[in-house]
């Protein structure tokens, strides 16, 4: 099983375990339909849960991915294979080397709005019409050119947002890349 997102708001909730209940309850699902185990993306920052709250709930990290993605995973057996990143960024990033692409899906609740807000300012303010490529598989976000696989804003090749962003950042981030 993957656990892909876990988000508890408002932050006057983080800190007081509920982020260890949900985890258990991945677990004992998983265990429930025979998994081999769980995994979990994680890295520092926004948007992802913190790598601390699954090593303390008995996950380790068998891999990682650049940036600074984690993949980390709880086991069931010893000898249940380990979960592993594909390796292939660069060819994967290719295929997107003109204009602005953004990749999605419907994992996440504020994807939509920053979608919208986002391709609204890439026309008005930049003069570009973005491709959005919507993701409707767990085997297409394992073909996406980031280890988050969910989200991805790539502008002429290459990768300029890997998880989900305001439209201040990318108004920043379009700012520092057409210089």
């Not at 769980?38 to 990290?61: D, H, P, Q």
Request: with cysteine.
């Amino acid at each position: 099983m993957l656990i892909h997102c876990l988000f508890i708001m408002p932050k006057k909730l983080k800190g007081k375990g509920y982020g260890s209940l949900m985890v258990d309850e991945c677990v004992k699902d998983a265990r429930k339909q025979k998994m081999h185990g769980v995994a979990v993306v994680a890295r520092k920052g926004t948007w992802m849960a913190s790598r601390e709250l699954f090593l303390k709930n008995g996950f380790e990290l068998v891999d990682t991915a650049p940036p600074d993605f984690e993949l980390l995973v709880k086991k069931f057996k010893k000898s249940a294979p380990s979960p592993k990143f594909k390796d292939d960024w660069n060819r994967r990033l290719r295929k997107y080397d003109k204009g602005l692409t953004i990749i999605r899906s419907d994992q996440c609740p504020y994807v939509a709005k920053a979608l919208r807000e986002i391709c609204e300012t890439a026309q008005k303010t930049y003069g570009i019409k973005p491709r959005v490529i919507e993701l409707k598989s767990g085997k297409d976000a394992q073909r996406a050119p980031s280890p988050f696989g969910v989200f991805s804003i790539i502008l002429h090749g290459k990768l300029v947002a890997d998880h989900p962003i305001s439209n201040t950042r990318f108004v920043n981030i379009m700012k520092k890349e057409l210089k």
